[in-house]
């Protein structure tokens, strides 16, 4: 059974990087593609980027956006730079069906709060 | 971007009852529309993909209908376990998008 577990700090302060984590078990993160999506507190669901060999982010963010792909730890890490209080919100790792872009798999989410 | 709007926000049915849940989108998406299912401290589901067809292990009573720009879960026949917040989300125009939800509850 594949299953996805984000990690990460729970609080970050204002104009710091958020780093996060997504280890996958029961399969390999190697050919497929893997995104991160997040909620923010009172608003719908927010793609931030996807990861296969290359990454696609979305334009609202991809000034401050990279992701990563680490074959031998089998894990997805996202970072985002120069943190805000809009970037509160509950951050997925999920995994796109296919190439395409909706999501067959869902890790259960991890909060990041941003606060000084 | 493609704004999803999801009504309504919240839909009380009782048990054995019918839901129809709403999507709208603000442009036309094709078929190219997904449905999930969240609840509370677990990851979400997905349910529907390509408007209509069930995602693995999805039960019969779960049904995506719809094209363009609006679209209609329903769940026959409500199940304890189906209540849940639903969210929809758009592929067909990248970068893909959510509706903000809908919360299914118990009357």
């Known amino acids: 059974q594949v299953q996805l577990q984000e990690s990460g700090p729970g609080l970050v302060k204002p104009s710091e990087t958020l780093s996060l984590t997504c280890s996958v078990s029961?399969?390999?993160?190697?050919?497929?593609?893997w995104s991160w999506i997040r909620r923010p507190a009172g608003k719908g669901l927010e793609w931030i980027g996807r990861?296969?060999?290359?990454?696609d982010y979305n334009p609202s963010l991809r000034s401050r956006v990279t992701m990563s792909v680490d074959t031998s730890r089998n894990e997805i890490s996202l970072r985002l730079t120069s943190m805000t209080a809009a970037d509160t919100a509950v951050y997925f790792c999920?995994?796109?069906?296919?190439?395409?872009?909706?999501?067959?798999?869902w890790g259960r989410g991890t909060l990041v709060t941003v606060s000084s | 971007e493609v704004v999803m709007t999801q009504s309504p926000a919240t839909l009380s049915v009782s048990p054995g009852e019918r839901a129809a849940l709403s999507c709208r989108a603000s442009?036309?998406?094709?078929?190219?529309l997904a449905w999930y299912q969240q609840k509370p401290g677990q990851a979400p589901r997905l349910l529907i993909y390509?408007?209509?067809t069930r995602a693995t292990g999805i039960p019969a009573r779960f049904t995506g209908s719809g094209s363009g720009t609006e679209f209609t879960l329903t769940i026959s026949s409500l199940q304890s376990e189906d209540f849940a917040v639903y969210f929809c989300?758009?592929?067909?125009?990248?970068?893909?998008?959510f509706g903000q939800g809908t919360k299914l509850d118990s009357k």
């Open positions: 999920a995994r796109n069906h296919g190439s395409g872009w909706h999501f067959d798999l």
């Open positions: 029961g399969a390999s993160v190697r050919n497929q593609h």
């Open positions: 990861i296969s060999g290359s990454a």
């Open positions: 442009q036309s998406v094709g078929y190219n």
């Open positions: 390509g408007a209509s």
């Open positions: 989300q758009q592929y067909n125009i990248w970068p893909c998008s």
